[in-house]
């Protein structure tokens, strides 16, 4: 009976292993699906804009004037936002190499997570998979591209002279351009009155864009994140207790099983000691 009990407890924490393990690789799919699908697109987009506008042409979307494909580059971080000079490139560039194995450690932790919901993962692989795009920009187009310029010829893929900039010196390409309106300050507004403004100003890539919209969804549609993290360790610490506990009533029952067995020994060996009398 007690060989059946260890042997039921043996089968029920492969069960409980085999089903976490199956859940991970799920989660685990639909995170790789996203990043790749993102990079895919925004790799494409990048390498046709430079490989076929000159830098600052522009070709309206749909005929719109207010949606446009505007070829810019720029040497810091998203939405045309600058850190100027080399070192502050190469810090750029190095921040968004160690947020990357940051949120590749933290999507692990994620999807062996049971509670973790496919949005929520679905919103931290577009921004890992944002991140990585401006981080192949930086890393590899001023190795394999020549330089784009106003008025110039479009840029070359694998140039026979070599690229434009060193490893980790690339500029990221932008291409997505909103100009949605146009006006001007009131007066009376401090600082800005009077000025003019347009919006949307900035200029914009794919990569970008999935940065955004994975924040916003987990701000807007995922906030029960921000509360679940104790939950989660709770339920990792409440498995392990209970594999533990398991793991401890088997070989409780195994050494109740060898108590007994030397009791049945020692008794027989008393038996057979003892001499029959008439």
């Not at 494409?44 to 207010?66: A, D, N």
């Amino acid at each position: 009976t007690l060989s059946s009990s260890s042997a039921a407890s043996d089968v029920y924490k492969r069960q409980l292993l085999s089903s976490k393990s199956k859940e991970v690789l799920k989660k685990a799919g639909i995170v790789i699906g996203v990043i790749f699908l993102v990079l895919f697109l925004d790799q494409w987009s990048k390498i046709w804009v430079k490989t076929s506008m000159t830098y600052g042409e522009e070709i309206l979307i749909f005929g719109w004037e207010w949606a446009k494909i505007h070829f810019v580059e720029n040497n810091g971080m998203a939405f045309g936002i600058s850190l100027g000079g080399n070192y502050g490139k190469l810090a750029l560039s190095l921040f968004r190499i160690l947020a990357v194995g940051f949120l590749i450690y933290y999507l692990r932790l994620l999807m062996k997570t049971e509670k973790t919901s496919n949005g929520l993962l679905i919103s931290f692989a577009l921004i890992l998979a944002g991140a990585i795009g401006n981080i192949l920009d930086s890393a590899f187009y001023g190795l394999i591209f020549s330089e784009s310029t106003y008025h110039g010829a479009t840029a070359t893929l694998f140039p026979e002279g070599g690229g434009y900039a060193g490893f980790l010196h690339g500029k990221v390409v932008d291409m997505l351009y909103f100009p949605m309106f146009a006006g001007q300050y009131p007066s009376w507004l401090p600082f800005k009155g009077g000025e003019s403004f347009l919006f949307f100003k900035p200029v914009f890539n794919l990569a970008d864009t999935s940065i955004t919209v994975g924040v916003l969804n987990i701000l807007l549609f995922q906030r029960s994140f921000f509360s679940a993290d104790a939950e989660k360790q709770e339920e990792m610490e409440a498995e392990t207790t209970v594999i533990a506990a398991v793991d401890a009533d088997g070989e409780q029952k195994e050494e109740i099983q060898g108590i007994e067995d030397q009791g049945g020994v020692d008794a027989n060996q008393s038996n057979e000691q003892v001499e029959p009398t008439e």
